[in-house]
């Protein structure tokens, strides 16, 4: 029995082992470094059975991703931005509520890109990498700048897409991220809008 359980547990366990913070979060007491770079982006996820949704940035060196937790920028779905496709749009359906997610790192400044999309439901993680089919480089860059406020858009993912739906969409809603930084007192510093281009 208590073997059953573990097993069961195992895959969660496992999961939660590897939802370690990636970089030091704001809190009340942040304020913005010269040396450091603060990033702002939106997250909601659309899933059918998922759990939870996880995005990840990573910074590049070279043609590839640092593995430095502090050059990593890692958000997971919170109850709010974690969108159903069961009953979308009908009285009671799930989603009434639910809204684009908002997440701010401090993290080092640098080039970065869109590294990959996980999700998390009946005891499975799928991984959804980023890369161009033909290099195998990343996609997605972003110049992260030193002393400022980065803010790099909202991502829509769509975990199981229909036909011709892509699977990640990127767009802004600033007013929307302002008012998630106002509930940080005293980061205040310099805004930048960050051109990210999804690609195909």
Request: proline share 7%; glycine share 8%.
């Given at each position: 029995?208590?073997?059953?359980?573990?097993?069961r547990l195992a895959p969660l366990l496992l999961l939660t082992g590897c939802l370690r913070p990636a970089e030091p979060p704001v809190t009340?007491?942040?304020?913005?470094?010269?040396?450091?770079?603060?990033?702002?982006?939106?997250?909601?996820?659309?899933?059918?059975?998922?759990?939870?949704?996880?995005?990840?940035?990573?910074?590049?060196?070279?043609?590839?991703?640092?593995?430095?937790?502090?050059?990593?920028?890692?958000?997971?779905?919170?109850?709010?931005?974690?969108?159903?496709?069961?009953?979308?749009?009908?009285?009671?359906?799930?989603?009434?509520?639910?809204?684009?997610?908002?997440?701010?790192?401090?993290?080092?400044?640098?080039?970065?890109?869109?590294?990959?999309?996980?999700?998390?439901?009946?005891?499975?993680?799928?991984?959804?990498?980023?890369?161009?089919?033909?290099?195998?480089?990343?996609?997605?860059?972003?110049?992260?700048?030193?002393?400022?406020?980065?803010?790099?858009?909202?991502?829509?993912?769509?975990?199981?897409?229909?036909?011709?739906?892509?699977?990640?969409?990127?767009?802004?809603?600033?007013?929307?991220?302002?008012?998630?930084?106002?509930?940080?007192?005293?980061?205040?510093?310099?805004?930048?809008?960050?051109?990210?281009?999804?690609?195909?």
């Open positions: 029995m208590l073997k059953a359980v573990f097993w009340a007491e942040t304020v913005l470094q010269p040396t450091k770079a603060i990033v702002v982006h939106g997250f909601v996820c659309l899933a059918f059975s998922e759990t939870m949704c996880t995005i990840e940035f990573g910074r590049l060196i070279g043609d590839g991703f640092s593995e430095t937790d502090s050059q990593r920028i890692y958000a997971a779905t919170r109850p709010e931005n974690l969108l159903r496709y069961a009953g979308w749009g009908l009285p009671g359906a799930p989603n009434v509520g639910k809204k684009m997610g908002y997440y701010a790192h401090v993290v080092e400044p640098g080039p970065y890109a869109l590294k990959l999309f996980s999700t998390f439901g009946n005891s499975r993680t799928h991984n959804y990498f980023l890369a161009s089919k033909e290099t195998n480089r990343p996609f997605a860059r972003v110049d992260v700048e030193a002393g400022k406020i980065n803010y790099l858009g909202d991502f829509t993912f769509n975990s199981t897409p229909f036909k011709d739906q892509p699977r990640v969409i990127h767009g802004e809603d600033r007013p929307a991220a302002e008012a998630y930084l106002a509930t940080f007192p005293k980061l205040t510093g310099e805004w930048v809008v960050k051109p990210v281009r999804i690609e195909p």
